[in-house]
C-alpha cells in the first residue's frame, strides 16, 4: 500500500482520535507527515472532502447518535463534540439533516448518518491475498425471528463494493441511523423470490419488529422475513489492514461447511446474511438452514 494512502488513514485515525478538539491542518500535517499543502490535496484527493467538511459530517453524525440514543440536552452534545454554541450546531445538523435536532431527538427518523470509510480500505481490496495461513472459524447455530426488513435494492450488484460503486455507500449511513431488531444493519444475498424484476441479488438493510408502523426512506423496499434458522460462521478478531483475509477465509469455511455432520442441510430459500466486517469482533456471515428429515 503506497505511503499516501497511509498518510491519509493517519489524518483520519488523528480527527477520530480528537474530534471534539480544535483539529487544524497543521495537526494532519504533523498526523501525515506530509506537508499541510500536500496534506489537504491528499485528504480531499481520497475522501472527496475537505477536511473541514469530514469533521463536520462526522461530529454531526456523532451527535445524532446521541439524541436518538441518550436523554441529552442540546447544548451538552454542541459542546461535548466541538460545536461553540448551541445556535451553531442547531443551525449545522438542519443544513446536514434537514430536521431540527430538538425534533429529531423526539422523533428519530431515518437520516443519512456519514460513515467515515478508511482510505486504506479501497486500496486494500485491489492487494494479492495469501490465503496459506487459514484461522479457526466459529460455527453456531442461531434462530431468527419472524421480521420486517428495509431493504435498497440495487441493479446488478452481487457483492458489497459493486453495490458501493452503484448505489451509493450512503446507504449505509441511513441504516445506521435505524434502530434495529438485531443490533446494527445487514447485507443480504437474496432468493429469488424476494428479488423483483431488474434488481439485485445483493442489498442492504435493517432488521426490524414485523408489526413496524416507522419511516420507510424513499426509494427503500419493506420485504417480510419467516422466522428461520442459521448458522453463524464468524472469524477470529484481525487487523484492519487483513480485512479481505478475514472475509475470505470464512466464506472459504461456509463453502467447505457440511451441515448434515449436525443434522441440517442448507435452506435456500431464506437470505444469506453478512455483518459489517469489525475486527475486533472478527468477520460474521449468517446462511439459512433447515433440520434434515427423517
Not at 499541510?36 to 463536520?56: A, G, K
Not at 434502530?179 to 444493519?185: I, N, Q, Y
Request: a negative charge.
Amino acid at each position: 500500500m503506497n505511503e499516501q494512502v497511509l498518510a491519509v488513514q493517519r489524518m483520519q485515525d488523528y480527527i477520530e482520535a480528537h474530534l471534539a478538539k480544535n483539529v487544524g491542518l497543521s495537526d494532519l500535517a504533523r498526523a501525515s507527515l506530509f506537508s499541510p499543502w500536500y496534506s489537504y490535496r491528499l485528504f480531499r484527493s481520497h475522501l472527496d472532502l475537505t477536511p473541514t467538511e469530514y469533521i463536520r459530517k462526522l461530529r454531526l453524525t456523532r451527535a445524532a447518535v446521541r439524541l436518538r440514543d441518550e436523554r441529552c440536552r442540546i447544548i451538552d452534545v454542541a459542546f461535548d463534540l466541538g460545536f461553540g454554541s448551541a445556535d451553531t450546531f442547531t443551525r449545522a445538523f438542519y443544513r446536514e439533516f434537514g430536521l431540527n435536532p430538538r425534533d429529531y431527538a423526539k422523533n428519530p427518523v431515518p437520516i443519512p448518518l456519514f460513515i467515515p470509510y478508511g482510505a486504506k480500505y479501497r486500496a486494500l481490496r485491489k492487494e494479492q491475498i495469501d490465503m496459506s495461513n487459514l484461522q479457526t472459524i466459529f460455527v453456531q447455530a442461531i434462530q431468527k425471528p419472524e421480521r420486517l426488513c428495509i431493504i435498497k435494492r440495487a441493479v446488478h450488484a452481487e457483492d458489497y463494493f459493486p453495490y458501493c460503486e452503484e448505489v451509493s455507500c450512503d446507504v449505509w449511513g441511513i441504516l445506521m441511523s435505524m434502530r434495529s431488531l438485531c443490533g446494527e444493519p445487514v447485507c443480504m444475498w437474496l432468493p429469488e423470490a424476494y428479488r423483483k424484476p431488474n434488481t439485485s441479488t445483493y442489498v442492504q438493510g435493517v432488521e426490524v419488529e414485523p408489526d413496524y408502523l416507522g419511516a420507510v426512506p424513499e426509494g427503500f423496499d419493506v420485504i417480510r422475513l419467516p422466522a428461520a434458522e442459521y448458522l453463524m460462521f464468524q472469524g477470529q478478531p484481525f487487523r484492519e489492514e487483513d480485512y479481505c483475509e478475514a472475509i475470505q477465509a470464512v466464506q472459504q469455511a461456509m463453502d467447505d461447511y457440511d451441515p448434515t455432520v449436525i443434522g441440517y442441510q442448507w435452506d435456500n430459500e431464506n437470505p444469506r446474511i453478512q455483518l459489517e466486517p469489525r475486527g475486533e469482533r472478527g468477520y460474521i456471515e449468517l446462511r439459512a438452514v433447515r433440520k434434515l428429515t427423517k
